[in-house]
């Protein structure tokens, strides 16, 4: 079972950058899809962006992509999401997941979540 930690949130002005990351526990990350989600106050979760096991393929949402990059190093346990050109709407609680599979394709549902990052964009 993976445990994940995320870390890097903060407050930032809106067409800045910031940088989250996720700590995974164990040795088997590499078998794991990774994704992104966020949730803003009164609305649903939502996916923001995924890659696959090997890092060679990702999937964005429409509303990050071009500003958002997301990548992993297996070798650190880590998948990072690089935040750019932050838009007041951007502000949620971002989330890591993660799932176990035989896929190398990104995906969107997953069984393991973080504890969330709290991300805010000011004006």
């Known amino acids: 079972q993976a445990q994940l930690v995320e870390s890097g949130g903060g407050l930032v002005q809106a067409g800045g950058s910031l940088r989250l990351s996720c700590a995974a526990s164990?040795?088997?990350?590499?078998?794991?899809?990774m994704g992104w989600f966020r949730q803003a106050p009164g609305k649903e979760r939502e996916f923001v962006a995924a890659?696959?096991?090997?890092?060679?393929?990702?999937d964005y949402a429409d509303s990050v992509k071009g500003r958002f990059t997301i990548s992993r190093d297996n070798a650190k346990n880590t998948v990072y999401l690089q935040m750019n050109s932050l838009k007041l709407e951007d502000t949620a609680v971002y989330y890591c997941?993660?799932?176990?599979?035989?896929?190398?394709?990104?995906?969107?549902?997953?069984?393991?979540w973080g504890q969330g990052t709290q991300v805010t964009v000011s004006s």
């Open positions: 997941a993660a799932d176990l599979t035989t896929s190398d394709r990104p995906k969107r549902v997953y069984d393991y």
């Open positions: 164990g040795r088997t990350f590499s078998r794991y899809a």
């Open positions: 890659i696959n096991r090997s890092g060679s393929s990702t």
